[in-house]
């Protein structure tokens, strides 16, 4: 029975895994697996697909650890693989890279067999993560007040200075991040980055902007971290 499971390039000072040795180590990681998961969908934004991955990707690490352990060209090649992943995959948001190298790194130390540092591994950095969600580690404090705003004006008016005193007296900083042209160069597209002194002043703001741009189209939307690329 036990010679089912040698490799075929196996040799007499290869020590081969025990069946029930590779057993514990899958189901201790999709366990580790199932947990990452459950914390991940606590206060988060998810696909089904996204958590699928998360729960089976310390199984899948493990297995990779255990078929490499010892063979230094085979660790070599496995890294370069798994470094081609980020390459072939949509980019994510910081927090779930991170949840990702968490899984990644439980599946790493269930696979060199220390099933107990996985769990204690994942259970801290998970309550670590899910306190510093739940206490706002980190929130911005004047997000509500920072807008994104597009506004468009006619091509024979200098934008350089043409809002600088309606924003001195509805913001606290404000920022010209973007100038496109469009309409057959007839019409200029300005993005500005803005922090309101008072987010009831939003509207009050329009107003005067569209009395200044000639009742031209004003866009106003929660800040972005970068200015967005016009379509």
């Known amino acids: ?84 992943v980020r390459f072939r995959s949509l980019p994510g948001t ?9 899984a990644m ?4 130390i269930t696979g060199m067999g ?20 739940q206490a706002g580690f980190g929130d911005k404090k004047q997000t509500g007040r920072k807008r994104t705003m597009r506004i468009t004006i006619p091509e024979d008016l200098d934008y350089t200075e043409i809002f600088d005193d309606i924003f001195e007296r509805y913001t606290e900083d404000n920022e010209l991040v973007n100038v496109k042209t469009t309409n057959m160069g007839s019409l200029f597209r300005l993005t500005y980055n803005v922090t309101l002194k008072d987010s009831g002043m939003e509207k009050a703001l329009i107003d005067d902007i569209r009395c200044r741009n000639g009742n031209l189209e004003i866009v106003a939307s929660m800040q972005e971290t970068a200015a967005p690329a016009e379509l």
């Open 1 to 84: 029975m036990e010679n089912i499971f040698k490799g075929l390039f196996d040799t007499q000072a290869t020590d081969v895994i025990a069946l029930s040795d590779f057993m514990i180590c899958i189901i201790s990681s999709l366990v580790i697996g199932f947990i990452i998961a459950l914390m991940y969908m606590y206060k988060n934004e998810y696909s089904k697909s996204f958590i699928v991955t998360l729960a089976t990707l310390p199984a899948i690490v493990c297995v990779i650890i255990m078929m490499v352990n010892g063979n230094v060209g085979a660790g070599v090649a496995v890294a370069g693989a798994f470094s081609l």
């Open 94 to 102: 910081a927090r779930e890279i991170g949840v990702i190298f968490l």
């Open 105 to 108: 790194g439980t599946g790493l």
């Open 114 to 133: 220390y099933i107990a540092y996985g769990f204690v591994f994942e259970i801290v950095l998970g309550a670590v993560s899910m306190l510093y969600s």
